[in-house]
């Protein structure tokens, strides 16, 4: 038999172990980090995986997968570029990846899939981002100048194209958290989706108290003490309001939905623009082995899912911009043969606290359990933390990782996270 005849031989699948976790504290946008970026910020958290977990030498890391949503073209290459001006060896390959607020958590399964397949033994995976960098565009009709100038053959032809410029010209394109097919921001189509569900503000509030509450308390009793690293100044999240209450939050106004009866949404129960990045390093229980290192849990399952969220059911609410996790989740646990009530632990990226509420009403009227209170969020999320879009995913695989290990013994924990352009992204982790 010739070698093309030769079937190949195809890898058997491995688990894919969570190792540990990095972040730097989140900020507000235009704070402590409004000069730092994505690649200072993502690198300071990847040397804190290689000091923890001495990555130093040639070959500790397989690969590097990360991004950012809101980029500078400098960033085109921000994986490598991290890569070279951190501690990993510089023969680590990397590359960027992106999926709006699912990136952080695209980048995890991305890293995963090459180690269950045996491609890789061990990866770092996670994003930056920062709404205080944020990159400004050249006015359009400034840039077709230009470009026209450039391509001019005569210097007369130059001229002749310099001449039109305009004062009007000079002013950039400022960057936008709007839906390019809507015009709607992110926190507008929340909104729409609220009122479809008839998600209320109390419940709402109720939500964003109880996640700085838990935030707090996490920290106080050291949580993040091995999962977040001092930068510029900053220990803890700078969102975080350890006193926030419902009360203080129902005196708060509505910021979106104005164009309606009875807004609902809040700057207190939606999340802030932030900076911050975040990281994972996964592996192969081998490599796990070698190193004497103890999995915190294992990436078992994982969903993507879309929503048509400009033409499809959005007064009704199914096709939302941010609820394609309602799809995602049930088809993901058919496939895996679990319903919610195997999970112990659930972390639904809190974007908006309407959307968290929207979405488990969806899940249940799909036939899913409802989520019991006590097992969602355990440890606050995004409407404490913030929420550097690329960042979130890795914020929350860490997080969820180290909370099923601090159980001691067999767990599950559902991740759901909701991202742009109607998307979703959803895992499975477990401690066996």
Known sequence: MS????????????????????????????????????????????????????????????????????????????????????????????????????????????????????????????????????????????????????????????LRALSRIRPGHLVPDIPRNAEPRTGLSMGEHAAVTARAWGVAREAQDVLAAASHQRLAAAYERGFFQDLVVPFRDLARDQNLRPGSTVEKLASLKPVFGLDAPNPTMTAGNSTPLTDGAATVLLASEEWARARGLEPLAYLTAYETAAVDFVAGDVVGGEDGLLMAPAYAVPRMLERAGLTLADFDLVEVHEAFASQVLATLAAWEKRGLAPVDRARLNVAGSSLATGHPFAATGARIVATLAKLLAERGGPGRGLISVCAAGGQGVTAVLERT
């Not at 920062?130 to 005569?154: C, F, M, Q, W, Y």
Request: charged share 20%.
């Open 3 to 158: 070698p093309l005849e030769q079937p190949l031989a195809l890898p058997r699948t491995r688990r894919v172990a969570i190792i540990g976790g990095a972040r730097i504290p989140f900020a507000r946008s235009d704070g402590p980090y409004a000069t730092a970026s994505n690649q200072e910020m993502l690198t300071a958290t990847v040397d804190a995986l290689v000091d923890r977990y001495g990555l130093e030498e040639p070959g500790a890391v397989g690969e590097f997968v990360a991004g950012a949503v809101l980029k500078h073209a400098r960033d085109f290459n921000l994986a490598r570029e991290t890569v070279l001006g951190s501690r990993l060896d510089a023969r680590t390959p990397a590359y960027d990846i992106q999926q709006a607020c699912g990136t952080g958590l695209q980048a995890v399964i991305a890293a995963a899939n090459k180690i269950t397949l045996g491609q890789t033994e061990s990866a770092i995976a996670g994003g930056a981002d920062t709404a205080s960098d944020a990159p400004l565009g050249v006015n359009d009709a400034l840039r077709r100048i230009l470009l026209e100038t450039r391509r001019a053959k005569s210097a007369g032809a130059r």
